[in-house]
T-cell receptor, first 117, second 112 residues
Framework: GDSVTQMEGPVTLSEEAFLTINCTYT??????LFWYVQYPGEGLQLLLK?????DKGSNKGFEATYRKETTSFHLEKGSVQVSDSAVYFC????????????????FGPGTRLSVLP | NAGVTQTPKFQVLKTGQSMTLQCAQD?????MSWYRQDPGMGLRLIHY???????DQGEVPNGYNVSRSTTEDFPLRLLSAAPSQTSVYFC???????????FGPGTRLLVL
């Protein structure tokens, strides 16, 4: 079945450092890929997404590029802030999986990021 | 437009008690789902529904029941709570055909 693997962390960085959180996936067909963010005590919010190969999703200074050749969707940010401290989830939905036309999501385990001032 | 709402925010139960976690959305989404979030496990799908009157099991359905009588509401029932059901529960919805999932704020459940 489909799966998502991501570095679990925790990741601790100083403010203004460069961030990379790796995410790789296994899927039957051509999934859409997502990054969600969860701030303390809150639900998950969509951070960015990409629906086809070579698409780049971007939001709030975060970027991720859909790489079909390496089955990856790594999250990057050039200069992190204390307010970026959260848990980040990589996820996919795969309309080819036979699993209800891709409306079921598969999530990675999440990566906890702590940014120190 | 409230999005996805969940009640209660926090609940303590004793083993064997029953309760219903409420979830509602006002986006007219056909697809709704329930997840549980446990440390180191990410999110695991409990049950989902593709529309009123239609529900199906996810990855970890045991101990939970659902029903979908309206498009808006998708309650999750624990018939006889167990300590293993201590978790944070999230409800989510998506429009028909897939796309972004929208999450509620979560219900934190402690079973003693």
């Amino acid at each position: 079945g489909d799966s998502v693997t991501q570095m679990e962390g925790p990741v601790t960085l100083s403010e203004e450092a460069f961030l990379t959180i790796n995410c790789t996936y296994t899927a039957t067909g051509y999934p859409s890929l997502f990054w969600y963010v969860q701030y303390p005590g809150e639900g998950l919010q969509l951070l960015l997404k990409a629906t086809k190969a070579d698409d780049k999703g971007s939001n709030k200074g975060f970027e991720a590029t859909y790489r079909k050749e390496t089955t990856s969707f790594h999250l990057e940010k050039g200069s992190v802030q204390v307010s970026d401290s959260a848990v980040y989830f990589c996820a996919l939905s795969d309309p080819w999986s036979g699993d209800n036309y891709g409306q079921n999501f598969v999530f990675g385990p999440g990566t906890r990021l702590s940014v120190l001032p | 437009n409230a999005g996805v709402t969940q009640t209660p925010k926090f609940q303590v139960l004793k083993t064997g008690q029953s309760m219903t976690l409420q979830c509602a959305q006002d986006m007219n989404h056909e697809y709704m789902s329930w997840y549980r979030q446990d440390p180191g496990m990410g999110l695991r799908l409990i049950h989902y529904s593709v529309g009123a009157g239609i529900t199906d099991q996810g990855e970890v359905p045991n101990g939970y029941n659902v029903s979908r009588s309206t498009t808006e509401d998708f309650p999750l029932r624990l018939l006889s709570a167990a300590p293993s059901q201590t978790s944070v529960y999230f409800c989510a919805s998506t429009r028909t055909g897939g796309g972004t999932q929208y999450f509620g704020p979560g219900t934190r459940l402690l079973v003693l």
